[in-house]
Each structure stands twice: as structure tokens, then as C-alpha cells.
């Protein structure tokens, strides 16, 4: 009964690594930065890909696919995943800024009621 939750628990850790962008194999190499200018490179490009910019989507492309390889991953520096982490805060504030501003109903001609 016990291998059989541990085997569950696993393969749910290994889903929740996989559809945040990060490779079971690569869980001991990186920093806590790296793990997280991944998981949020990936949230990016796959939920808000249409707010990005062309040379934002390209960088970001291009540091995941060097977290990817085992050589580059290695070779990724604090510098390479603030840029990464600063592309997708922006993205962030720009996609909480749309959400805000459709979920207000300003937009919708909604009037509010006279307090008489």
C-alpha cells in the first residue's frame, strides 16, 4: 500500500515538473532562480504568448532552450534568469492590467444605481 502511494506521489511530482517546463532529470542541477525564471518562462510562453513581444518570446525561447541542455544549463547565469524573470513579471502586470480593466464592467455601459 505504502509503493503504491509513493508511486502516485511521484508521478504527480513528475506532471506538476513536467507542465511547469522543468525535466525530472534536471531537478538537481540549477539554481532557485533557474527553477523559477523556467517555471514562469514556460507559464509565459504557453498562457500569454500573444502579449509578448517578438524579441521577449525569442529570449525567452532561447533560455529555455539552454535550461534544456544539460551543458548550457550549467552554464546559465543569475544575469540570464533575472532577464528572464523581468520579461515575465512585466507580462504579469500586463495580463493582471487587461484582466482589471475587463472585469470592472466600465467598458460594458454597466451603470450603477441612484442611491434615491
Not at 521577449?56 to 533575472?82: D, E, M, S, V, Y
Not at 455601459?109 to 441612484?114: E, L, R, T
Request: charged share 25%; hydrophobic share 35%.
Amino acid at each position: 500500500m505504502d509503493k503504491f502511494k509513493n508511486l502516485k506521489d511521484t508521478e504527480r511530482t513528475n506532471a506538476w515538473l513536467k507542465s511547469n517546463g522543468i525535466g525530472v532529470n534536471q531537478i538537481y542541477a540549477g539554481t532557485a532562480e533557474l527553477f523559477q525564471a523556467q517555471k514562469l518562462a514556460t507559464i509565459a510562453l504557453r498562457d500569454h504568448g500573444s502579449l509578448l513581444e517578438q524579441h521577449q518570446a525569442n529570449i525567452l525561447h532561447n533560455f529555455l532552450r539552454a535550461a534544456n541542455n544539460g551543458q548550457k544549463r550549467l552554464k546559465i547565469t543569475q544575469g540570464q534568469c533575472f532577464k528572464a524573470l523581468n520579461i515575465t513579471k512585466k507580462i504579469q502586470r500586463m495580463y493582471a492590467k487587461l484582466t482589471k480593466h475587463k472585469n470592472t464592467g466600465s467598458h460594458q455601459g454597466i451603470n450603477k444605481a441612484d442611491p434615491e
